[in-house]
């Protein structure tokens, strides 16, 4: 009786420090795993050799528990640069890398990068893809804009329509808009009560780090513009014929709403800023240098993320291409 009585206890103390170790060491491999990637989304301390980086794109980076107020933030910086033209040599350069390193990144076919880019209305997002992707092979570069959800996708989880969309193996994905909207419209617009849309910043965050931890390196921009900036690339886009298919009267309605949209904004990049899925406050008041900033910091994870051309078949230096 003593042995009946002892040996399920036995047997259920030993399933519970089985349950325990297993438990440890998959907390242990996700550790490991998230302090890798927050090695690559600090890239300058792999691959700078005399710090700062030129330009100084740490310095945008918002810190896990850092908050940021965008209206104590400069949308005018531009460092010690002071024209388009201090930039163009160094921007080309940046460039090349991101198409050198995105053909290893397509051949070794191990990992992904998701660029997310967020702004206000006129903000840049498209000026953005056009320039610092100049050159990249359509191959390995998708880019993927999100409008309000359909009637399939309004059926579904918010981030479903998002995550068929993530990079595969190999590629880069930039998101022009992206999951965040689902915590800044619907916000400022009312669509979804307070409980509903706070709810999803731990989502997108478990979200973002379930493509960490399947080798998806996740970089967020928000390309910060002033109010005055606004009005000016409004005001162009009415004042040139050839721009106006861009502008909507709805584009009033939305700037009225300015102060709604940074509040969002800066709630968002502060709950959901983490050490392996980083947030970057790029200033873009000056396109050119929101160009460069952006530039070298995909070049430099992509090389923080050291992607390796595949070994070739043994035996090829032998082989006689005949006649």
């Given at each position: 009786m003593?042995?009946?009585d002892h040996?399920p206890?036995?047997?259920?103390s030993l399933?519970?420090?089985?349950?325990?170790?297993?438990?440890?060491?998959?907390?242990?491999a996700v550790?490991?795993k998230t302090s890798?990637a927050?090695?690559?989304?600090?890239?300058?301390?792999?691959?700078?050799?005399?710090?700062?980086?030129?330009?100084?794109?740490?310095?945008?980076?918002?810190e896990?528990?850092r908050?940021?107020?965008l209206?104590?933030?400069?949308?005018g910086e531009t460092?010690?640069?002071?024209?388009k033209?201090?930039?163009k040599?160094?921007?080309?350069?940046q460039r090349?890398?991101?198409g050198?390193l995105?053909?290893?990144?397509y051949?070794?076919?191990?990992?992904?990068?998701?660029?997310?880019?967020?702004?206000?209305?006129?903000?840049?997002?498209?000026?953005t893809?056009?320039?610092?992707?100049?050159?990249v092979?359509?191959?390995?570069?998708?880019?993927w804009?999100?409008?309000?959800?359909?009637?399939?996708e309004?059926?579904?989880?918010?981030?479903?329509?998002?995550?068929?969309?993530?990079p595969?193996?190999?590629?880069i994905?930039?998101?022009?808009?992206?999951?965040?909207?689902?915590?800044?419209?619907v916000?400022v617009?009312?669509l979804?009560?307070?409980?509903?849309w706070?709810?999803?910043?731990?989502?997108?965050?478990?979200?973002?780090?379930?493509l960490t931890?399947?080798?998806?390196?996740?970089?967020?921009?928000f390309?910060h513009?002033?109010?005055?900036?606004?009005?000016r690339r409004?005001?162009?886009?009415?004042?040139?014929?050839?721009?106006?298919?861009?502008?909507?009267?709805?584009d009033?309605?939305e700037?009225?709403?300015?102060d709604?949209y940074q509040e969002?904004?800066?709630?968002?990049?502060n709950?959901?800023?983490?050490?392996?899925?980083?947030?970057?406050?790029?200033?873009s008041?000056?396109?050119?240098?929101?160009?460069?900033?952006?530039?070298?910091?995909?070049?430099?994870?992509?090389?923080a993320?050291?992607?390796?051309?595949?070994?070739?078949?043994?035996?090829?230096?032998?082989?006689?291409?005949p006649?």
């Amino acid at each position: 009786m003593t042995k009946k009585d002892h040996g399920p206890k036995g047997n259920h103390s030993l399933s519970q420090a089985t349950i325990a170790s297993s438990s440890a060491q998959t907390a242990g491999a996700v550790a490991q795993k998230t302090s890798q990637a927050g090695a690559v989304t600090s890239p300058e301390g792999m691959v700078v050799t005399d710090p700062p980086p030129y330009p100084d794109y740490p310095r945008y980076r918002v810190e896990p528990g850092r908050s940021i107020r965008l209206d104590k933030l400069d949308p005018g910086e531009t460092e010690h640069y002071r024209a388009k033209p201090d930039v163009k040599a160094e921007l080309d350069r940046q460039r090349q890398r991101i198409g050198e390193l995105q053909a290893r990144l397509y051949a070794d076919h191990r990992q992904s990068l998701l660029i997310v880019l967020q702004a206000i209305d006129t903000g840049g997002k498209d000026g953005t893809i056009q320039q610092v992707f100049r050159g990249v092979n359509p191959q390995g570069c998708q880019v993927w804009s999100f409008k309000a959800p359909g009637v399939e996708e309004l059926d579904h989880d918010f981030l479903w329509r998002y995550h068929q969309r993530t990079p595969p193996r190999g590629m880069i994905t930039i998101f022009n808009r992206s999951h965040y909207e689902d915590v800044l419209v619907v916000r400022v617009k009312g669509l979804l009560p307070e409980d509903v849309w706070r709810r999803r910043y731990h989502v997108i965050n478990e979200f973002e780090h379930a493509l960490t931890l399947t080798n998806t390196v996740v970089l967020k921009f928000f390309l910060h513009i002033s109010k005055d900036e606004q009005k000016r690339r409004l005001q162009s886009r009415l004042d040139d014929p050839n721009k106006r298919w861009k502008f909507s009267r709805n584009d009033l309605t939305e700037r009225a709403l300015w102060d709604d949209y940074q509040e969002a904004f800066e709630d968002a990049i502060n709950q959901c800023s983490t050490e392996h899925a980083p947030w970057y406050v790029v200033p873009s008041n000056k396109k050119w240098y929101r160009n460069l900033v952006i530039a070298r910091t995909i070049a430099d994870t992509l090389q923080a993320m050291d992607p390796r051309y595949p070994p070739a078949d043994p035996g090829l230096t032998d082989i006689v291409i005949p006649d």
